[in-house]
C-alpha cells in the first residue's frame, strides 16, 4: 500500500504496536535524480512500533543494549526516527563524501543531553537496514560536541557474531585507524554547510560507556 507522507496520521500508527509492521514508502515523497533522492522532500518510512516502549536500552550489567538502526554504513541517506510519529523519516541527503563510516542507531528509552535518543555507532562487516533493532555488546564510547551540546555514540558490535567469533570486544580491537577516521568524519561531516560546528571529544572504554546510557536513561524517565 502507498500513499502521499501527508495522509499518515502518527498517532494511529503508534497505537496499533501489535499490527504486523511494514514499510510504507510513498511515491509522491520521493523523487529520483540520477539514482539519489532529492534532498528537498520527505520521505516517511512507517514502522508501526514505538520503540521507546516495545524495548528495553539492554542488560547493561552484561554490557548489552538494544539498537535500532537508522542510517545503514556507506547511506547518505540522513534518515531520522520521529518518536511522535513512530515514523522514520528523511532529513536530508548528504555530500557523497561523508557517507556514514558505521550503521547509526540509537538506544530506546533513553534521551541524550541533545533532547534525543542516545546515538550508537553498530559495527558490522555488512550494512544493517533501516528499522532493524540489534542486540549489541558495548565496547566504548565517542564522545561528541554538535553545535556546543553533548551528542555522545555509543560504539557497540551484535552480542552474537558468529562470523567473527565475538573478536572485537574493546575499542583497541577496531585498530588506531578506525578510530582516526571515525573522529575524522564526525569532525568534518558538516564542514561544507556550517563549519567548525562539530568536535570530538576523545574516546572512552565500555564503562564510560555504560554510565553514559545510564544517563541517557534516567534523562528520559525524568522527562
Same mark, same amino acid.
Given at each position: 500500500?502507498? +500513499?502521499?507522507?501527508?495522509?499518515?496520521?502518527? /498517532?494511529?500508527?503508534?497505537?496499533? #504496536?501489535?499490527?504486523?509492521?511494514?514499510?510504507?514508502?510513498?511515491?509522491?515523497?520521493?523523487?529520483?535524480? $540520477?539514482?539519489? #533522492?532529492?534532498?528537498?522532500?520527505?520521505?516517511?518510512?512507517?514502522?508501526?512500533?514505538?520503540?521507546?516502549?516495545?524495548?528495553?536500552?539492554?542488560?547493561?550489567?552484561?554490557?548489552?543494549?538494544?539498537?535500532?538502526?537508522? *542510517?545503514?554504513?556507506?547511506?547518505? #541517506?540522513? *534518515?531520522?526516527?520521529?518518536?511522535?510519529?513512530?515514523?522514520?523519516?528523511?532529513?536530508?541527503?548528504?555530500?557523497?563524501?561523508?557517507?556514514?563510516?558505521?550503521?547509526?542507531?540509537?538506544?530506546?528509552?533513553?534521551?541524550?543531553?541533545?533532547? /534525543?535518543?542516545?546515538?550508537? #555507532?553498530?559495527?558490522?562487516?555488512?550494512?544493517?537496514?533501516?528499522?532493524?533493532?540489534?542486540?549489541?555488546?558495548? *565496547?566504548?564510547?565517542?564522545?561528541?560536541?554538535?553545535?556546543?551540546?553533548?551528542? $555522545?555514540? *555509543?560504539?557497540?558490535?551484535?552480542?552474537? /557474531?558468529?562470523?567473527?567469533?565475538?573478536?572485537? @570486544? +574493546?575499542?583497541?580491537? =577496531?585498530?588506531?585507524?578506525?578510530?582516526?577516521?571515525?573522529?575524522? $568524519?564526525?569532525? +568534518?561531516?558538516?564542514? =561544507?554547510?556550517?563549519?567548525?560546528? +562539530?568536535?570530538? =571529544?576523545?574516546?572512552?572504554?565500555?564503562?564510560?560507556?555504560?554510565?553514559?546510557?545510564?544517563?541517557?536513561?534516567?534523562?528520559? @524517565?525524568?522527562?
Amino acid at each position: 500500500m502507498a +500513499t502521499s507522507a501527508s495522509s499518515f496520521t502518527g /498517532d494511529a500508527w503508534c497505537k496499533n #504496536l501489535k499490527a504486523r509492521p511494514e514499510a510504507v514508502l510513498s511515491p509522491f515523497a520521493v523523487q529520483s535524480q $540520477h539514482g539519489i #533522492l532529492a534532498a528537498s522532500l520527505l520521505v516517511r518510512i512507517i514502522s508501526m512500533t514505538n520503540f521507546n516502549t516495545a524495548y528495553t536500552p539492554g542488560d547493561l550489567d552484561s554490557f548489552k543494549v538494544n539498537t535500532v538502526i537508522e *542510517i545503514p554504513e556507506k547511506s547518505i #541517506l540522513k *534518515i531520522e526516527y520521529n518518536r511522535t510519529t513512530c515514523a522514520f523519516e528523511l532529513d536530508r541527503v548528504e555530500p557523497a563524501i561523508f557517507a556514514k563510516p558505521a550503521n547509526y542507531g540509537f538506544i530506546p528509552g533513553t534521551k541524550d543531553e541533545d533532547g /534525543d535518543e542516545l546515538d550508537t #555507532l553498530l559495527i558490522t562487516a555488512e550494512p544493517v537496514p533501516t528499522g532493524v533493532v540489534v542486540e549489541a555488546a558495548i *565496547i566504548g564510547v565517542l564522545n561528541f560536541e554538535d553545535d556546543g551540546e553533548k551528542d $555522545h555514540k *555509543i560504539i557497540c558490535v551484535p552480542a552474537d /557474531d558468529r562470523d567473527s567469533g565475538n573478536r572485537i @570486544k +574493546t575499542l583497541d580491537d =577496531l585498530g588506531e585507524m578506525w578510530k582516526n577516521k571515525i573522529e575524522y $568524519h564526525f569532525n +568534518t561531516y558538516k564542514d =561544507l554547510k556550517k563549519r567548525g560546528t +562539530t568536535k570530538v =571529544l576523545g574516546y572512552g572504554d565500555r564503562e564510560q560507556a555504560v554510565a553514559v546510557v545510564k544517563d541517557c536513561i534516567a534523562r528520559f @524517565k525524568g522527562e
